[in-house]
């Protein structure tokens, strides 16, 4: 004679029409699906598998988070980000008439001019986009000095005549 099931397994639920119910496993069609996508293998090389999951949420940002989330799944960012990558990128221009006067043995008269000229139009460039960071930033821990043109051109002087 088989043996009984274990009243233990049994679970009660209600069923569609309100009455109880009582069943020796009542899986859900959730409990469903996962099972069978496990068998399947879709849970295999998922992207953060081992790893913790990436937090995008700001603590910082308070009541400003959802703007903050909004704009980020958008491709954009607050106008005080856009401006700092707008200086950094005029300060890697900055770099580059730098790296061109040592890496060159010996510019031209020209050459050294044009570059001269170059950095002078770079620094104004680079000191309004600072003053327009520093304007819109929430807080000084954004803000940048601007650049003194006469230290500018000096370290260019110098990096010529190396």
């Given at each position: 004679?088989p043996?009984?099931p ?11 029409d309100g009455?109880m119910?009582v069943g020796p ?8 699906q996962?099972?069978e996508?496990i068998?399947a293998g879709?849970?295999?090389n ?7 999951l ?7 940002a308070?009541?400003?988070?959802l703007?903050?989330h909004?704009l980020k ?6 106008p005080?980000?856009e401006?700092?990558?707008e200086?950094?990128r005029l300060?890697e221009?900055r770099?580059a ?9 010996g ?5 050294r001019?044009?570059?001269r000229?170059?950095?002078?139009e770079l620094v104004i460039?680079?000191n309004a986009a600072?003053a327009?960071v520093?304007a819109?930033a ?16 000096a370290r ?7």
């Amino acid at each position: 004679m088989p043996d009984a099931p274990d009243p233990r397994l049994h679970v009660h639920r209600k069923g569609p029409d309100g009455r109880m119910e009582v069943g020796p496993d009542w899986e859900t069609l959730i409990d469903r699906q996962i099972r069978e996508a496990i068998a399947a293998g879709e849970f295999e090389n998922l992207p953060f598998q081992g790893e913790a999951l990436p937090n995008d949420g700001n603590p910082l940002a308070g009541d400003r988070e959802l703007a903050f989330h909004l704009l980020k799944n958008a491709g954009v960012a607050p106008p005080w980000i856009e401006d700092d990558k707008e200086v950094r990128r005029l300060l890697e221009q900055r770099e580059a008439i730098f790296t061109r006067a040592t890496a060159d043995p010996g510019p031209s008269a020209f050459a050294r001019k044009r570059d001269r000229a170059a950095l002078e139009e770079l620094v104004i460039r680079i000191n309004a986009a600072i003053a327009r960071v520093n304007a819109e930033a929430p807080t000084d821990r954004q803000h940048r000095r601007p650049l003194v043109s006469a230290d500018e051109l000096a370290r260019y002087d110098a990096a010529v005549h190396r």
